[in-house]
């Protein structure tokens, strides 16, 4: 393995006499401020030759920097070392016996995928290993837009950032020292999970699913670890695309993670649809449900993402599975909700799905592996075993909306367990 010097973080307490030393003392220039919601942090990158400095401030009394100044005072808090593949890197250290803080990768700032060896190993640093985003055309595409073509069909992937939900709950009856491997938890047992709504552009520019958007207070981000750093806003923009230029919004269903962006605030405060041309295109089942909750499913069906659309007359409602555009089409699956669906796309001899929340990781590929949070698991189990043999028999390229590293991938057998790879 090669390491490069990337970065040296220094913890510090009082930002404006650091900026006067760093910045005014020193004559380094300063980058604006990018914030880790996550990690309550505020990061200050100051380009230092090769390497950069990394001025880091804590936003939050508990915050992981805050405990450190805390304990230690501010100064020197970690050095980061930058690798082709860290993976590779991961496994060449633990051959020989080195002692890692994280055993898989985990997204870091700006596209990149990180871990940390611990500090025993290190001689009494912490070092974060840094993959920059990759150039691989399917992995490592947490931040990443990826653009993929399927006929005369152009698929790309995009973002509103991440969420945490608590990690038994995201597998069921999966143990906890199964899971924890492949999704780390937080302290507060939640796992990292992204939100990638998918564009498909062909006769008309369609949206599937929108991220959990802007309405949520502070205490909602708190509870479910909200990081919208980078969003959909964002990445739709880099797509080369605004809001005015969607004409159909597609919803798998109506969970706050996936149809929270449908609607926005207005300056008045009123809710309005967010995409001002769009026709919205929900289940009838969904919509039903989604406007009749019970006690289960109440806390994720929250009426200012759909009600609004209804309102505006912009909701338009399908009974059934059809064809939406040329080469889109929705499919039941039930499972996850009695009306959740896919999104099979198809054009060209080639096929593509976006799956939702029927296989929402790479993770939940594997038979058993279902959320807790399905109200009908054994129609989920159904549906990913008859989803999984036309998956590979098809070549079918599946999207992973929650993924937190993957956003696409091809099914495969592989020692005769279900895996996801960047090939068919
Ligand atoms: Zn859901
Ligand atoms: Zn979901």
Redesign the pocket.
């Known amino acids: 393995m090669r390491a490069v010097l990337d970065h040296v973080g220094i913890a510090v307490k009082d930002l404006a006499a650091a900026l006067a030393f760093y910045r005014d003392a020193l004559g380094l220039e300063i980058e604006p401020p990018e914030e880790v919601a996550s990690q309550r942090v505020r990061a200050h990158f100051i380009p230092a030759g090769e390497a950069n400095l990394e001025l880091l401030e804590a936003t939050a009394a508990d915050s992981p920097i805050a405990r450190y100044v805390d304990k230690r005072g501010p100064g020197l808090h970690h050095i980061t070392l930058r690798v082709d593949d860290i993976h590779a890197a991961m496994s060449h250290l633990k051959d020989r016996g080195v002692r890692m803080i994280d055993d898989v990768p985990r997204p870091g700032a700006e596209g990149s995928t990180i871990a940390f060896v611990h500090p025993s190993a290190a001689h009494g640093v912490l070092i974060e290993l840094k993959q920059s985003p990759n150039k691989s055309a399917i992995s490592n595409l947490q931040f990443a837009l990826s653009r993929f073509t399927v006929g005369n069909l152009e698929l790309i992937s995009v973002l509103d950032g991440f969420i945490r939900l608590d990690g038994g709950a995201m597998f069921g009856v999966v143990p906890k020292p199964l899971w924890s491997r492949v999704a780390p938890p937080d302290e507060r047992n939640r796992i990292t999970l992204a939100m990638r709504p998918l564009i498909v552009r062909g006769a008309r520019t369609m949206l599937i699913d929108a991220g959990l958007g802007d309405k949520e207070n502070e205490k909602f981000h708190d509870i479910y670890g909200v990081d919208r750093t980078r969003n959909l806003d964002q990445t739709l923009a880099e797509a080369g695309l605004t809001p005015e230029d969607i004409d159909i919004v597609l919803a ?2 109506l ?1 706050f ?2 149809a929270g962006g449908f609607t926005t605030r207005g300056a008045t405060g009123r809710v309005k649809p967010k995409f001002p041309r769009a026709q919205y295109i929900v289940r009838r089942g969904e919509w039903e449900d989604a406007t009749h909750p019970n006690e289960r499913n109440r806390a ?1 069906y929250l009426a200012d993402n759909y009600v609004p659309l209804a309102d505006a007359g912009v909701l338009q409602l399908v009974d059934e599975d059809r064809t939406i555009m040329p080469g889109v089409r929705v499919r039941r699956t039930g499972g ?2 009695m009306h ?1 669906q896919m999104v099979v796309i198809e054009s060209g001899g080639k096929v593509a799905a976006f799956v ?2 029927m296989m ?1 990781t790479t993770a939940h590929v594997a038979d058993a592996w279902i ?1 807790g ?1 399905d109200l009908y698991p054994l129609d989920t189990l159904a549906a990913k075993q008859q989803f999984a043999a036309d998956a590979i028999a098809k070549e079918i390229l599946v999207f992973f909306e929650h993924d937190p590293v993957r956003a696409a991938g091809y099914l495969g057998i592989e020692n005769g367990r279900r895996v996801v790879r960047d090939r068919p």
Do not use: V
């Open positions: 798998s269903h969970h993670d996936h994720s996850h909700t959740h939702a929340d929402p959320m949070y």
